[in-house]
């Protein structure tokens, strides 16, 4: 009798073990809970970082491109005009593209690369563009049109001959799938007006091929 009482006791025991053992581990596996406050902040870094119209606008243009570059230092001399290449890659699931250009500019080869995205805080396009003419990083922020295929740029970078930081606007024109514009506006040296000094027609390569 006190053998079977002594095995009902253990048994008990041990069940009585596991089932702490699973409630720790069920314990362990299970969220924290947030409080009200940080789950108002965790909902707005959820909608800050989720890809919106205006990133799947951007990745729609990831592919092959050729460039038509129309550009002029000087305003009294005549355009020049060169071509290049653009692969446009999409990155981070969406939220942003890179661009990689290779081309030729004043006789000399040209290599560039930026990235660019829609800031969902700001409300505003971002973008970023180093290339091997310079050492320096130029940043743009841009706002689209009610129609949201064509947006302004402000762009800023040190200017090598003043070494100061100079401002630029920008326009990107998107047409449609296959092809868009980037026309830059500057004052130029000596200038007291705004000019245009390059104009960019990408077409992506299968329909400039088929023309």
């Not at 409080?35 to 092959?64: C, F, N």
Request: proline share 5%; with cysteine; aromatic share 6%.
């Amino acid at each position: 009798m006190k053998s079977k009482t002594a095995f009902s006791i253990a048994a008990l025991f041990v069940s009585a073990a596991t089932l702490l053992v699973s409630a720790l581990a069920l314990a362990a596996e299970a969220p924290p809970q947030m409080s009200p406050e940080q789950k108002a902040m965790m909902d707005k870094m959820t909608k800050a970082a989720a890809p919106g119209a205006q990133h799947t606008m951007l990745t729609k243009m990831a592919g092959e491109w050729t460039c038509k570059v129309k550009y002029q230092m000087d305003p009294s001399q005549p355009w020049q005009e060169s071509q290049s290449t653009a692969t446009i890659t999409a990155l981070m699931d969406g939220r942003y593209i890179q661009e990689v250009d290779a081309g030729q500019m004043s006789g000399m080869p040209f290599s560039g690369m930026g990235v660019t995205g829609f800031d969902n805080v700001s409300g505003k396009y971002v973008s970023t563009w180093i290339d091997n003419m310079g050492t320096g990083i130029e940043t743009s922020v841009g706002t689209a049109d009610a129609s949201g295929k064509v947006i302004t740029w402000v762009s800023t970078m040190n200017d090598p001959m003043t070494g100061k930081p100079k401002s630029s606007r920008m326009v990107t024109t998107v047409i449609d799938d296959n092809h868009h514009t980037l026309e830059m506006f500057t004052v130029p040296p000596g200038g007291k007006k705004e000019a245009k000094v390059m104009a960019i027609d990408y077409m992506r390569k299968q329909e400039s091929a088929a023309r």
